[in-house]
């Protein structure tokens, strides 16, 4: 085997080193805004019904 | 002690000292990783033996520590969780076990990138190998107990005591190698006596080891914030729910 072969060894050995971790860190980064989202959503509503709540009152 | 460390683990607390930790962990992840990684690849010199290939033990090495290091994390906070009832100690189990379940799963790929052309095979039934194949499997098992489950403090107890069983792997993991006739070399820095490689590769290995350890703190820390922001939406819609239900 040559060391050009060698070489492509080695890359895909980083390659996966550094791109399982990247994939975890992008699916926690997509849960966090989703989680950021909601609880805004969340949020808004429970206002919302607070509001309606002193309208009737 | 115990008393310091309850105040950290306290949701508020934790989420404040690690706000203030995770931009340290993954700035020093980059740097250090960028400065272990470059130096490993361009500076450091080729193995009289293996060539370039001696390369990928920056990734594979640092990997490997952390598959069985960090199972030794895990099975503190589920020792924590178990004996003490501590709810981000719970929180911290899936957390360390995705985490830990994605680093195993680099050891053993770049395991087999550096057994192809070393040892002209992808996967050897070997002990060492073996070994670390089953720790993979137990990162799994733990991950799913403590997420399969409705009753999510259930779950997380389950996954805890699967975490402490499981610790009887970590020395069949590292002994392995001297237990039993292993294609795979035996123990090169942490051993009893001095590290058998040069400090020419010894010292980029622990640089690179020490970005990844940031790198995995920071994703662990990270997710469980995620899951405490999660604990209070669904708190939070409760409370919506009854307020509805008051009203109507």
Known sequence: ???????????????????L????????????????????AAQAARDALGEDRREDG | MRAFLA????????????????PWLWGGAGLLLAGGLGWGLLLAPPDWQ??????????????????MGGWTALALAALAHLVWR???????IPALARTGA???AVCLAT??????????????WDA????????????????????????????????????LAGTVNLPVVKFSVDWWNTLHQPASIMRLDAPAIHASILWPLLVSAAGFLALFWALALWQVRVALEERRLERLRLRLVQEAGDGG
């Open chain 1, 1 to 19: 085997m040559g060391a050009e072969a060698y070489w492509a060894f080695v890359a895909s050995a980083y390659a996966a080193a550094l791109g």
């Open chain 1, 21 to 40: 971790p990247s994939a975890l860190a992008l699916w926690v980064w997509a849960r966090a805004i989703s989680v950021r989202r909601r609880l805004a």
């Open chain 2, 7 to 22: 105040s950290l683990a306290s949701p508020t607390r934790f989420r404040r000292w690690s706000g203030a930790l995770l």
């Open chain 2, 50 to 67: 293996q060539g370039e290939t001696v390369r990928i033990l920056y990734v594979h090495v640092p990997a490997a520590w952390l598959a």
């Open chain 2, 86 to 92: 501590d709810a981000l100690a719970g929180e911290m």
């Open chain 2, 102 to 104: 994605v680093f195993t």
């Open chain 2, 111 to 124: 395991g087999a990138l550096w057994g192809r052309p070393m040892w002209g095979a992808w996967w050897v």
């Open chain 2, 128 to 163: 060492r190998l073996t070994s670390v194949l089953v720790l993979f499997f137990l990162w799994l098992g733990v991950l799913l107990l403590a997420e399969g489950f409705d009753a999510r403090e259930r779950g997380q107890r389950a996954a805890a005591v699967l975490a």
